[in-house]
Structure formats: structure tokens, C-alpha cells
């Protein structure tokens, strides 16, 4: 199993609550959750790592940021 950085992280009450809610509506974890839409806005974003540690700046879809 790949070995995952544990972080603790503060966040304001009602963001949290709506992370929570969504997870639940996509029957994941809120960490599960959490981690999905860091991984979605990165790779929206261009600046998700492929799987050689390289990022894919500049390869995001068009009408997208990158």
C-alpha cells in the first residue's frame, strides 16, 4: 500500500461541513473526499504530478487554466 503524508489541517466549521455532506452523497471518507479535490483542482489546474514526478503544466484541456 503506497505510503500516504499525514497533515493536520485547520479548516472553518462550515467548510468542513460541507465537505463531509459531499462525501457522504459520493459514499466516501471526508479524508477520502478531501483528497479528491486536491487531486481534481491540481490536475485542473495542470500541476498534477504524473507518475514519473513530473507535473503536466501547461497540458491542461482546453478552456482550462494551465
Known amino acids: ?6 497533515y493536520p ?8 461541513a460541507a465537505v463531509e455532506r459531499w ?3 459520493d459514499m466516501r471518507s471526508a479524508n477520502a473526499q478531501v483528497e479528491w ?6 490536475r485542473r ?7 514519473g514526478g513530473e507535473n ?3 497540458s491542461a ?3 482550462e487554466k494551465g
Open 1 to 6: 500500500m503506497t505510503r500516504r503524508k499525514q
Open 9 to 16: 489541517l485547520r479548516v472553518d466549521p462550515e467548510i468542513w
Open 23 to 25: 462525501a457522504e452523497d
Open 37 to 42: 479535490i486536491l487531486r481534481d483542482s491540481l
Open 45 to 51: 489546474a495542470g500541476r498534477l504530478p504524473d507518475r
Open 56 to 58: 503536466n503544466k501547461g
Open 61 to 63: 484541456s482546453p478552456g
